[in-house]
């Protein structure tokens, strides 16, 4: 059994209570942030018109420089930022981006979010994990690669995918992904599928941070502009161009009604009203509209329209009617402990065994 603050407690529930590094002996052979460090926040900082707006790319700054948001460069942000250390660790602390121990020469995160998953990602962490000989959020033996598991990585359609410093690697399989680590720890950097090549997890750290990596604006843009086909995203597109399809012209913006003098109902927060100006062209549009999509949108829309299910209580408060602590999303948490499961039409929703609710990073 696993608990939150443990690695792989991180990996099931979303949680990460673990704390910020702070053995001497490693603390004590980072490399220091120095004056030039210094001079590279407060070139940061100056790019918003509120400092502590500068906090995020300054965690990477300090990440670029040590591999981690140690307890120096918590302090080093706080300074420059007249934050809190309690304030910058709140930040550093919720995002999953930043790091809290010595993160290795690259990133290799693993997608096992539902599509991902489903397509093979848990195999390729699992392989992974055996072969790096690590678990969620640590890092092998001779410092090469730190595996973790990530969320949805917003690629669904080249699943199952693994990012490497954050660059994609997409559709991968068992052995793709092991060779792809292997050539990582001979010290190589596969071009990724897509986007810009491979730096490491100190370079790309500094990119996040907004400063270039690349020699001159040259090299800049054709690292961005590098070649990929992005074919299964433009599946759709392709497919409505060969059947013909193509989505309903956009409705430009009613036109104000001409100035009468005389004083005009407005339309009240719930949106239903009796006669309004835009009724007239509501009418229109339920009249206009080619299919029952766009005849049932239409009708919604319109004024006269009943206020949808669960908007308003029958005593006239706004809200829903689901008891408390049975909302979505709140499953187990309310009063007398876990609702049923939901039952559709074929009986009770399936659960996977063994995984616990995700929080979204
Ligand atoms: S589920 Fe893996 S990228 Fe979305």
Redesign the pocket.
């Known amino acids: 059994m696993s608990f939150p603050g443990s690695p792989e407690g991180a990996a099931t529930t979303g949680l990460d209570s673990s704390p910020f590094e702070g053995r001497p002996e490693v603390l004590d052979a980072l490399p220091p942030l120095t004056e030039q460090t210094r001079a590279e926040a407060r070139e940061v900082m100056a790019r918003y018109p509120q400092p502590r707006s500068a906090l995020l790319p300054m965690l990477h700054l300090v990440q670029s420089y040590q591999g981690f948001v140690s307890p120096q460069g918590l302090a080093f942000c706080a300074e420059e930022l007249g934050l809190t250390t309690a304030e910058v660790a709140a930040v550093a602390t919720f995002y999953t981006m930043y790091k809290r121990r010595q993160t290795g020469r690259h990133l290799v995160s693993v997608?096992t979010?539902?599509?991902?998953a489903v397509l093979g990602?848990q195999r390729i962490f699992d392989a992974l994990k055996a072969d790096l000989g690590v678990g969620h959020d640590e890092t092998a033996a001779d410092g090469s690669v730190t595996l973790e598991h990530a969320e949805?990585?917003?690629?669904?359609d080249y699943?199952?995918?693994v990012t490497v410093d954050y660059e994609f690697y997409d559709q991968q399989n068992v052995d793709s992904a092991r060779e792809l680590v292997a050539a990582l720890r001979r010290g190589e950097k596969p071009l990724p599928t897509r986007g810009a090549p491979l730096t490491d997890f100190k370079g790309v750290s500094r990119q996040l941070a907004g400063f270039s990596q690349h020699a001159d604006a040259v090299a800049a843009a054709a690292a961005v502009d590098a070649p990929g086909s992005y074919e299964p995203s433009l599946r759709g597109v392709r497919l409505a161009a060969e059947r013909g399809e193509s989505a309903p012209p956009m409705r430009g913006p009613e036109p104000e009604p001409a100035d009468t003098g005389e004083p005009r109902e407005t339309v009240r927060p719930s949106g239903t009203t009796g006669e309004t100006p835009g009724k007239e062209a509501a009418d229109a549009r339920v009249a206009a509209a080619d299919t029952p999509a766009e005849k049932a949108g239409a009708a919604g829309s319109h004024p006269d329209a009943a206020e949808p299910a669960g908007r308003r209580l029958p005593d006239g408060r706004e809200g829903t009617d689901t008891p408390a602590g049975q909302e979505p999303g709140t499953t187990g948490q309310g009063p007398g402990g876990r609702p049923p499961a939901p039952q559709g039409p074929d009986g009770p929703s399936r659960t996977i065994e063994g995984r616990g609710p995700q929080r979204r990073r």
């Open positions: 997608c979010n539902t599509l991902c990602g949805c990585l917003a690629a669904c699943a199952p995918v």
